[in-house]
C-alpha cells in the first residue's frame, strides 16, 4: 500500500485489519510542508508496477518502488494547476485550448 500526505510518501505493509507498519519513505521536506495537501491522488503503474505517480494541485510525482524498503523519487513534472486524467498507461494534461499527452511507460 502506498500512502501520501502532508509529511511524505511512505510504502505501508498491513499485517492486520488494524495493524499497519512503515515499510519505505520518501519525507517531504521542512519547506514543502506548507505547500503539500493531506492527501494526494496516488496511482499505481500497472504497466510498469515499480513506479507510482503522486497527482497534486501543482504537479506529478513520480516514485520507484522496485525496492519497497528504499523508494526514491525519480521524476516530477509541473502542471501549472492543469486539469490532469490518468488513462492507461499515459497521463493527459488539459491546458490552454489543448492536451499534453505524457507517456509513463518509462
Do not use: C, M
Not at 499497519?20 to 520518501?26: A, C
Not at 510542508?33 to 492527501?39: A, D, E, I, L, V
Amino acid at each position: 500500500t502506498f500512502v501520501s500526505d502532508t509529511f511524505g510518501f511512505r510504502v505501508v505493509k498491513t499485517l492486520g485489519p488494524d495493524h499497519h507498519t512503515i515499510v519505505g519513505e520518501v519525507p517531504a521536506s521542512p519547506l514543502s510542508r506548507s505547500f503539500r495537501k493531506h492527501y494526494h491522488w496516488l496511482k499505481w503503474e500497472t504497466e510498469n508496477p515499480s513506479v507510482v505517480l503522486e497527482f497534486q494541485d501543482t504537479g506529478i510525482t513520480a516514485y520507484d518502488v522496485s525496492n519497497p524498503a528504499r523508494p526514491r523519487r525519480i521524476g516530477f513534472y509541473r502542471t501549472n494547476g492543469y486539469e490532469t486524467y490518468s488513462v492507461h498507461q499515459f497521463v493527459v494534461l488539459r491546458e490552454r485550448g489543448g492536451f499534453t499527452v505524457l507517456d509513463t511507460r518509462k
